[in-house]
Each structure stands twice: as C-alpha cells, then as structure tokens.
C-alpha cells in the first residue's frame, strides 16, 4: 500500500496567537511560517495585553525550536519535538508531532494575480502559500487560517484553505448538553422491579433504579416525567451512579408560592432547575445557556442574595462580564474600576430594580435596599483577575460567550475554597472576532465539566422578559 504523502500546512498569524502550541497538532504533516508571520508577530508582542503576552509565547517557543540551528538545517526543516497531541482536554494520546517545521528563507519568485494589489500581510500569506504550491506540486498545499476573508480570498486564487479546528469542542453546538431530559412514559415499569427509595439527611426523596436506562445518564442531570400538559410532574436529579444503577433525588419546587427566592418563583421548568443549581451549597460551578429574556441574570442574582444576606453562606457577590461593545466603543471612561465598569452593568441594575421592587411598597425602603445591596455586590473587571483567589463569594460571569478557553480557565481558576461561580451566556451573541459557537470557552467548560459530581448546566428555553421580546426572539 502507497504511504500517504504529507500535507503542508501554511499558517496564518492569527492561528499562532489562538493557539501557540498549534505548531504540534498537525501529527505527520509538514509546517510553513511565512516571514510575515513573524513580522506580525514582532508588532503585536509589545505591551501587557493579553495579545502582546500570547505574541511574546510563541516568539519563545518558536525560539526553543530554532536554537543552536544554522541556516542549513533551517532550510531542511527542522524536526518537532515528539509531543502528543491533547484532545478534547484529555489526556497525551493520539499520534506525535513528526512532521518539519519550514520557515521562509527566500523571497517568492511568483506573483499575486492582478486582482489583489497592494502589500497586504494576508496577500503576503496567500503569496508565500502560492509559491509552496508551485514549489511542490504533488503535495497538498492548505492555508489555515482563522480569518474569513482570508479564506475566501484564498479559494477564489486557488489555494487550499482551512479553519483551525483543533480547538473545537463539538462539532456543531446543537450536540451541547441541555442539561435535563424527559424520562420514557414507561420509565417506572422498566426500572421499578428493584427500586429503593428512602429520605436523605436534609429530608429529600430519593429512588435508587437500576435499568437500561441508566447508562445514558450522567452526574447532575435533571430528569422529569411531565404531568399532563402542565409544566409540572415528578422532576429528579441524577444524585449518584453505581454501574448499571443510579440514585435519582427529588428537587425542590421554586414555582410553588411558599419558595420564593429573594422574592421571585421560577416560572418554568427549566427555570426550576436552574435554580436548584444555584441554590444547591455541593455544587461549585454553574453554566446557564440561554437566549434574550430567558432569566439568566434574574435567577443568578437572586440565588447569590438569598446565600449572600438571607443565609450567609457567601461574603459577597462579585459580578463582572466581558466589555465587547455591540455598537461603537464610546471611549475613555473616568472614575475607578467599578465606576469604569458600570455602564457595562447594564444587565446587573435592570435585574436589581425587578428585585428590589418586590415587596417594597416605599421610596425609603428602596432607597435603603439599594444600599444595602452596593455593599455586597461588588463589579470587577476581568482584566485585573489574573492572579487573584477570591473566598467564600457568589461569582457571576456575564456574556461568557465572547471568551476563549484559555481566559475561561484563568477565571474559573481564581475561586478559593468556599466560593462558587457561575457563567452565563448565550451562544448566538457573540462578538468576539475568531471565535464560533464550536469554539467559545462557554462551549468549552460546559462539555468539559459534563457528569463533574460539583458541576451543573441547563439551558433555558423559553423566554419570560414579555410578550414583544419572545415574539421577537422568534421572528427577527
């Protein structure tokens, strides 16, 4: 059997800076850093922004794999180090990185064709990427990239081209894991032959089956079998799995009149489950998907001021979000980081007003809760976590969407002993340039902390913000 030739991969700058180590992930084939790319690296590394640092990263690791090189073994290539490729966050296994890294050692000979003037850096790419085509023409040439328009100018040229995906969680965001499923009408008929069912030590129901059923389910999974037509029926959460058996627990009910939350019910199903995620004290880390108008930052608020000052679980809550503007950014913003980050909050006093209003009949007693509530919750900007541990606060991440794996691991990293942190977000609003619903940290800790004994996630479905919002979620 004729072995397979090896590819040769042209890299983009932007792949580089999303992903310094990409260098080892393209196991046997072959690499080709243009002379642009490092002149775009060059430019990008001064400064203490996160791209200056990441820029400076791959100069350094570049550096490790071109030192005490001379420039002829430079121009045979030189080998990568035998380094496995991490997959989906898992542990070293796949094939090694055992191709060649190529730099540009000699101008281009060719040229780009007449419908792409100027000296651009990406038509400097799409040059060099056309001359390895040229150069070799029986190997398969791909340009990666994560610009678009790159790409697209690519294939109108007739060079090869590709998005990066080695950091894609799934390949499309509809396999996310909505966090509760419906259980068969036939569920107790196939799995009640040796059910147990007792009371834990805080009172809760809770039913140990064993069944086919089983092996589908997963750590914190909330389980319901509808009643009718109403929004109602028995609603479970997987507690524990044993083998081919699993403890299932009863959860509180939110909708019911005598279990308000800070004064608000949960007004669906989806609802009710989030907030017996945010309520529960075993469980550290929260995700809540869902679109405009579903109550992600209602419920979450009004979680962390029943643990923050009805029962002091948390000392206070600390509430920051990503400041990506929608429209033009409106530039310098006076005051210190809490004032600067204010006209972010937008979110954050729209749902302090809804709670604030509940069973406050006078201005006074307004007046007097809201500054009750500016000592307890304080607004932080992400750009000052790193190196931070906060303990024993009520996290709330908002807009997490727009943010990359890497800078969702240095958040979710801060929190000491004690805290808990939850991240919201809604996958169809992302204004981040380079990253997708398959790509975004959002994605990202939610499928990696799928089935975690601490960890939950639910998606909210339906919207409750009013009539015109929900009509609108669906038609515009």
């Excluded at 800070?262 to 309520?279: C, D, P, S, T």
């Excluded at 992302?430 to 975690?452: A, C, K, N, Q």
Aim: proline residues 5%.
């Amino acid at each position: 059997m004729e072995p397979v030739k090896k590819k040769i991969f042209v890299l983009d700058t932007n792949v580089l800076m999303h992903d310094p180590s990409s260098v080892f992930r393209f196991e046997e084939h072959d690499l080709f850093i243009p002379m642009v790319v490092l002149e775009e690296l060059d430019g990008l590394k001064k400064g203490t922004s996160d791209a200056a640092r990441t820029a400076r990263q791959v100069s350094r690791l570049l550096d490790d794999l071109i030192a005490d090189k001379d420039h002829a073994q430079i121009e045979k290539g030189l080998l990568l180090p035998t380094t496995y490729v991490k997959r989906n966050g898992g542990g070293k296994h796949g094939q090694p990185a055992s191709g060649r890294l190529f730099f540009q050692t000699k101008p281009t000979d060719s040229a780009l064709p007449g419908i792409l003037p100027g000296n651009k850096p990406d038509n400097a790419i799409l040059l060099a990427a056309l001359a390895q085509t040229a150069q070799h023409p029986n190997r398969k040439i791909t340009l990666v990239s994560k610009d678009i328009n790159l790409r697209i100018k690519a294939t109108i040229v007739g060079v090869h081209t590709e998005d990066y995906h080695n950091d894609q969680v799934l390949e499309d965001a509809d396999l996310l894991p909505t966090g509760y499923a419906e259980l068969p009408e036939t569920f107790w008929e196939s799995h009640g032959d040796k059910m147990e069912s007792w009371q834990d030590e805080r009172g809760r129901a809770c039913y140990r089956v064993t069944g086919p059923s089983v092996k589908n389910l997963y750590l914190n999974q909330f389980l319901y079998l509808p009643d009718g037509d109403r929004d109602r029926g028995l609603e479970l959460v997987v507690d524990k799995l044993d083998g081919d058996s699993a403890t299932l627990r009863v959860i509180r009910d939110y909708r019911a009149s005598k279990s308000p939350v800070w004064g608000i019910h949960a007004k669906n199903r989806e609802q009710n489950f989030a907030l017996n995620l945010l309520l529960d004290p075993d469980i550290d880390f929260v995700t809540i998907l869902g679109t405009a108008g579903t109550g992600k930052t209602l419920l979450t608020l009004a979680a962390g001021l029943a643990q923050v000052l009805d029962e002091p679980r948390y000392r206070e809550i600390i509430m920051t979000r990503v400041t990506v503007p929608l429209g033009e950014d409106i530039g310098f913003l006076p005051g210190t980081e809490e004032e600067k980050m204010t006209p972010w909050m937008g979110a954050l006093m729209d749902n302090l007003e809804v709670l604030t209003q509940q069973g406050h009949t006078g201005d006074w007693e307004r007046a007097a809760t809201n500054d009750l509530l500016s000592k307890r919750i304080k607004i932080r900007s992400l750009n000052f976590m790193r190196g931070r541990t906060f303990l024993n606060r009520f996290i709330i991440l908002d807009e997490a969407q727009n943010l990359t794996a890497k800078q969702m691991k240095t958040l979710v990293t801060r929190c000491g002993p004690g805290s808990k942190i939850v991240c919201l977000g809604n996958l169809s609003q992302i204004d981040t340039p380079y990253l997708s619903e398959t790509t975004s940290g959002l994605t990202y800790v939610v499928d990696r902390f799928r089935g975690w004994q601490h960890g939950g996630h639910v998606t909210l479905a339906r919207g409750e913000r009013s009539r015109l919002a929900a009509h609108a979620s669906d038609i515009l």
